[in-house]
């Protein structure tokens, strides 16, 4: 190989590696504002319930479940919408408002999806009850991204984007 091809190639090298450093350096930078938008966005959802949301209780089981209590009602103040067969539900704990449960219920079934959720929007637990047996599922990538829709669902409604500009 002659000294240009071995120059060539290491230019080539370096360049490739440089950009890939480069894309990689944006792509961080625009992951944080993202969550920053998101995380400022939870707040107010969690705001909103709280101020204006209904009084509600987690049953025993679900609040140990989902790591709340041991066998206890949780308190909760909750945003509720119904559509069809479905309920969606964003309840937010009155003894410790970052404990946020985000949830859906196929009432044909009554199947349960029930999210745990920090208040700045991170996912904590996943829990489904099927049949009336509920189980902690592991935090899957599918489960993520189901958890993601429904938050969407939810900052769409108590905590939209344009108030927040």
């Known amino acids: 190989m002659s000294n240009f091809t071995r120059d060539a190639w290491r230019l080539a090298l370096i360049v490739a590696f440089i950009l890939g450093g480069l894309n990689l350096e944006v792509a961080a930078q ?8 998101v995380q400022a966005r939870m707040t107010r959802a969690v705001d909103t319930t709280f101020g204006k949301g209904i009084h509600a209780h987690l049953p025993p089981h679900i609040s140990t479940l989902l790591g709340l209590s041991m066998e206890q009602e949780c308190p909760v103040v909750q945003s509720v919408v119904r559509t069809g067969q479905t309920v969606q539900g964003f309840d937010v704990s009155t ?13 044909t079934s009554n199947d349960q999806t029930l999210y745990l959720s920090s208040a700045n929007g991170r996912l904590r637990r996943v829990v489904a009850i099927q049949g009336g047996v509920g189980k902690v599922r592991p935090i899957s990538e599918q489960e993520r991204k189901a958890f993601a829709e429904q938050r969407r669902f939810w ?11």
Do not use: G
Not at 95 to 107: G, P, R
Not at 155 to 165: F, G, M, N, T, V
């Open 155 to 165: 900052l769409d409604r108590l905590a939209p984007a344009e108030a927040s500009k």
């Open 30 to 37: 625009e992951q944080p504002s993202t969550s920053k938008h």
């Open 95 to 107: 003894a410790n408002k970052n404990d946020v449960v985000i949830f859906v219920v196929d009432e």
